[in-house]
């Protein structure tokens, strides 16, 4: 009876990783000689740790995270243009200060990767996140404005601390699209933290952008508090390919013109 009206108690108060692992912590409290208070620490840390767990699965799942990845898994010595350093300390903390973070080079080169990896991290310090490739957004920007529901829109992208927006420029964007993305752009500057991937320089976004001076717009908010990281290396699937023999050298030394 005692451990039923105990368990119940631990119910109430939702204390579940106590309550699931309430023998095992009694035990463990028992062989190690600890006292009430150095029992209630690790019980209570038990239940940190398990609520932690919860609360970063979840946010992973609703951050649309196109993998799980983390910056020990990105290989930096193949791609030496990226300051490793600068990378991590990005993704240290720099979501609090509303600043923007481009990635920008060419397909293959790890900017999704990288992407993924620095919104997982700042998953992990607390901050919610939200991944979504550039057509999927301007899609979904499109159609809320044509059904009178732009608003609900520019509110949904403009909620989480940190917004990814993978895969910048290699669509076009339709005028209106590209005013629809100046809203958006305008909604989150200085109030949440942008971070972009395109293999299209700055010099080349009023092309993206199809009008110079949105586009100009655009970048003056983006680029007031950012960091702009240029990978210059070579693709890690052509690399494998190179590897085979299946191409002989980098496309751009074939002369070859690289898709965008």
Not at 123 to 134: E, H, K, N, P, Q
Request: hydrophobic share 45%.
């Amino acid at each position: 009876m005692e451990q039923d009206h105990l368990i119940a108690m631990l119910n109430r108060l939702k204390l579940t990783a106590i309550r699931d692992q309430l023998d095992s912590l009694v035990d463990e409290a028992a062989r190690r000689e600890l006292t009430i208070r150095e029992a209630l620490s690790l019980f209570c840390e038990r239940e940190i740790g398990r609520k932690d767990e919860r609360r970063i699965e979840m946010s992973i799942g609703l951050a649309r995270l196109p993998f799980v990845r983390d910056l020990d898994g990105f290989d930096f010595a193949a791609q030496p243009s990226i300051d490793k350093k600068q990378i991590r300390e990005i993704a240290a903390g720099r979501f609090a200060n509303a600043e923007a973070v481009l990635l920008l080079g060419p397909p293959g080169v790890g900017k999704t990767h990288l992407a993924a990896a620095i919104g997982r991290q700042a998953i992990l310090a607390g901050y919610t996140v939200l991944f979504v490739s550039a057509p999927t957004l301007v899609a979904q920007l499109a159609k809320a404005h044509s059904e009178g529901r732009l608003e609900d829109r520019l509110t949904h992208f403009g909620k989480p601390r940190l917004l990814i927006v993978d895969e910048l420029g290699y669509l076009p964007f339709e005028p209106s699209a590209a005013h629809l993305f100046f809203q958006l752009v305008s909604r989150r500057y200085e109030r949440g933290s942008m971070l972009i991937t395109s293999n299209r320089s700055i010099g080349e976004w009023g092309t993206v952008f199809g009008d110079a001076v949105v586009a100009t717009a655009i970048l003056d908010r983006l680029l007031h508090h950012s960091h702009v990281l240029t990978i210059r290396g070579d693709s890690y699937r052509l690399r494998e390919k190179r590897r085979t023999g299946l191409l002989k050298a980098p496309l751009i030394a074939q002369n070859v013109p690289v898709p965008a």
